[in-house]
């Protein structure tokens, strides 16, 4: 199947150009002005320099980038006493619908269980279900003998990032020597360390206290986990690193606190990235509020207090900050989130987003913000693929890249709905916001999935990646 996108702007992270994209196959064949003839004629079933084409998409007036990739979900995830609402299936449509065609989600070590007990229970989930590609981060919670000789099986393997927790007492938490054991083998295997950084223990002791003073909604969960927390955490996390030699990657980065931290440690050479997420840009500690409806906008780190953003949106600017991923991890309102009425201890952690991430960030940061469309496509797309393995792959409108391909439309204009959005989830967080800018045609691998604001996809299209280690590494 030979697939010819004409007339559009291509927008990689380097640059932008007017051209054609030629698609064979799974792959980017050629990328140039293809449809010029050489003998300026043409002719019937033929697209010039191109050849023979079976489908001709016209993406005039329209931009032509790499398909979006989101670095940081959770499907179905095990999490306060319910689970994550979007299964494979509803979570990599909603995506595709949303431009992003490759997530990576994280597998969970089951607790006193083993690494591979987590991997081949992720695997079982995801396989046969997903409408694009996908892969694995590790999740460990116990740093043992046995599960840091699985992390080096669990490199060759393609799973080549291992998250771990100073937040989350009791559940996912780990010690810093547990934490710097882990830092030590994956320095020698090649891996990359993903840190969820808030100081756990010492929330808890807010909490509990707060929670004990009759001050018990949603609001609270936003006060009690101090953006100092985060900073604490961070700088110790790196520092960590730093003394591990392995590179490490702040996970779904919220305050100004922990911004300091990695600008500092970049700046002194430190191998330390970080990712931010659309609710730390556009959401605020105030939506917390509103009594028990700020459930919705339960998540860990909390929305912090609007004069935040400005930081944040520096830090994406200048690099500080390489990549905007979601942290999706959906509950309903009704039945998951009402489990934590009383008590805002008990309300599940967690947002849906993955439809929503392109779209945001090109309507807050492109049409109304400080953001090149290329850094738009760098930091949703081409640095996600840099960091995480894909390099070449993915991220990229380049001959020999998988042709995973978005028409985006940056004009269009919507309004976010849980009405009208494919998360399976019964709120959305950014509900009547009107946002510039749409994903028209999507296609993963070569193949169309979606046009004209349907799914036309098969399920089970997307495949695993087997990842090698980030190219930002070495
Ligand atoms: O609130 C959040 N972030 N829920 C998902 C789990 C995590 O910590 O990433
Ligand atoms: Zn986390
Ligand atoms: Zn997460």
Known sequence: MRTLISGGTIVNADGSVEADVLVDGHTIAAVGRLTATTDGLGGSGESGLAGQVDRRIDASGKYVIPGAIDVHTHMELPFGGTAAKDTFETGTLAAAFGGTTTILDFAVQPRGGSLRAGLDAWHAKA???????????????????????????????????????????????????????????????????????????????????????????????????????????????????????????????????????????????????????????????????????????????????????????????????????????????????????????????????????????????????????????????????????????????AAGADADIVVYDPNRRHTISASTHHMNVDYSCYEGREVQGGSDVVLSRGKVIIENGEYVGQKGDGRFLKRTPSEFLS
């Open 127 to 397: 396989e046969g279900n997903c409408a694009i590609d996908y892969g694995f981060h590790m999740i460990m919670s116990d740093v043992n003998e046995q599960t840091l000789a699985e992390m080096d099986q669990l490199v060759a393997e393609g799973v080549t990032d291992f998250k771990l927790f100073t937040a989350y007492p009791g559940v996912f938490f780990s010690d810093d020597g547990a934490i710097f054991r882990a830092m030590k083998q994956t320095a020698k295997n090649g891996g990359l360390i993903m840190m969820h950084a808030e100081n756990g223990l010492a929330i808890d002791v807010v909490a509990a206290e707060t929670h004990a003073a009759g001050k018990t909604d949603p609001y609270y969960h936003g006060v009690v986990r101090y953006p100092i927390f985060e900073g604490e955490a961070t700088n110790r996390v790196i520092r960590l690193a730093e003394a591990a030699g392995v590179p490490v990657y702040i996970v779904h980065l919220s305050a100004r606190d922990a911004l300091n931290e990695v600008r500092a440690a970049r700046d002194r050479g430190a191998n330390a990235f970080a990712e931010t997420c659309p609710q730390y840009l556009f959401l605020s500690l105030d939506d917390l509020g509103n009594g028990f409806e700020g459930a919705k906008y339960v998540c860990s780190p909390p929305l912090r207090p609007k004069d935040h953003w400005d930081d944040l949106w520096k830090g994406l600017v200048k690099d500080d900050l390489q990549v905007v991923s979601t942290d999706h991890c959906p509950f309903d309102f009704e039945g998951q989130k009402e489990l934590g009425r009383g008590d805002f201890r008990k309300v599940p952690n967690g947002l849906p987003g993955v439809e929503d991430r392109v779209d945001l960030l090109h309507d807050g940061g492109v049409v109304g913000g400080p953001l090149t469309k290329e850094r738009w496509v760098e930091l949703v797309s081409a640095a996600p693929a840099r960091l995480f393995g894909l390099a070449g792959r993915k991220g990229v409108i």
